[in-house]
């Protein structure tokens, strides 16, 4: 199964607040109600997993609530290759 989401990193606080979309639409326009200043441009974020607990176990594990950004990150690196 995949989760496509669109997320707005906060600059200067936890991720907890950055800005979660279903859209890149959305989460230009949720940009738009903040200040630039604290969130960086949208990221796309794609999440692979087998089924509704696998799912739970990545939102709630250890490291959280930052793993999006790390799948983000993980997926521009493994294009540069």
Do not use: N
Not at 46 to 75: N, R
């Amino acid at each position: 199964m995949k989760l496509t989401y669109w997320v707005c990193p906060r600059k200067h606080d936890s991720q907890a607040y950055a800005l979660r979309a279903r859209t890149k639409k959305e989460a230009l326009a949720l940009l738009s109600e903040h200040s630039s200043e604290d969130y960086d441009s949208p990221q796309k974020v794609v999440v692979e997993y087998k089924d509704g607990f696998d799912l739970l176990q990545k939102c709630l594990g250890e490291g959280q609530p930052e793993w999006d950004l790390k799948i983000s990150d993980e997926a521009e690196e493994s294009q540069g290759d």
